[in-house]
């Protein structure tokens, strides 16, 4: 048995949290519930700032890895980018996230920092 919990609750969470702190939370695509990984969207204020993934370092420990185009990437850009990776990855769970200090949020919610 896993100590991790399923995507969907983990999501779920997020978009609670996010709500309940005056931010903005939407899923774009819907993964698999219980083992699907996640893709975040970041943005502050509706600025894009990067978007990011969970995962883990070196030494194991649970880290947010930025991934895909940089924050000076247009809106074209940035659908494209989470397109693809969901076309090759159907269980990828999607969402945009839109709170200050987006990337805290997140792994503060995900990893209970």
Known sequence: MSDRLPTGVLVGAL?????????MAMVLARGDDQAGSMLLILREKWAFVG????????DGAAILTRVGPDESADAPTIDDY??????????L????????????????????G
Not at 82 to 91: H, S
């Open 15 to 23: 978009l609670r949290r996010a709500n309940d702190a005056g931010g």
């Open 93 to 112: 769970w999607v969402i945009e996230l839109d709170i200050p200090s987006a990337e805290r949020f997140a792994a503060e919610t995900i990893f209970g």
């Open 51 to 58: 978007m990011a993934e969970p995962g883990r370092n070196l």
């Open 82 to 91: 989470w397109k693809r990776r969901r076309a090759r990855d159907p269980d």
